[in-house]
Nanobody, 115 residues
């Protein structure tokens, strides 16, 4: 079992920045890929960015060049630095970790970007 605690998020004007953080506890040694997903009202949950334990990253096209994902393998944390935010980035952001066949999710944190 892995527990995830997210922090960050909030309200920001378009063009601003926010940083999301997620800390894992529990069976942390089995964690492989960590990442962030987001879900806007009435929409499905979509991938934002992922990072493997080796540091390989993957980004949604819509956030490339604006968002940066990073992780600390010693602390088992994953951060998402979000710059040049747009109103369409408004969503609930969820931390995700993968341990073998299992996915674990955080409780979600709201990000609202005003125009």
């Amino acid at each position: 079992q892995v527990q995830l605690v997210e922090s960050g998020g909030g309200l920001v004007q378009a063009g601003g920045s926010l940083r999301l953080s997620c800390a894992a506890s529990g069976s942390r040694s089995s964690i492989r890929t960590m990442g962030w997903y987001r879900q806007a009202p009435g929409s499905q949950r979509d991938l934002v960015a992922t990072i493997t334990s080796y540091g390989s990253t993957n980004y949604a096209d819509s956030v490339k060049g604006r968002f940066t994902i990073s992780r600390d393998n010693a602390k088992i944390t994953v951060d998402l630095q979000m710059n040049s935010l747009k109103p369409e980035d408004t969503a609930v952001y969820y931390c995700n970790v993968v341990t073998g066949p299992y996915h674990y999710w955080g409780q979600g944190t709201q990000v609202t970007v005003s125009s």
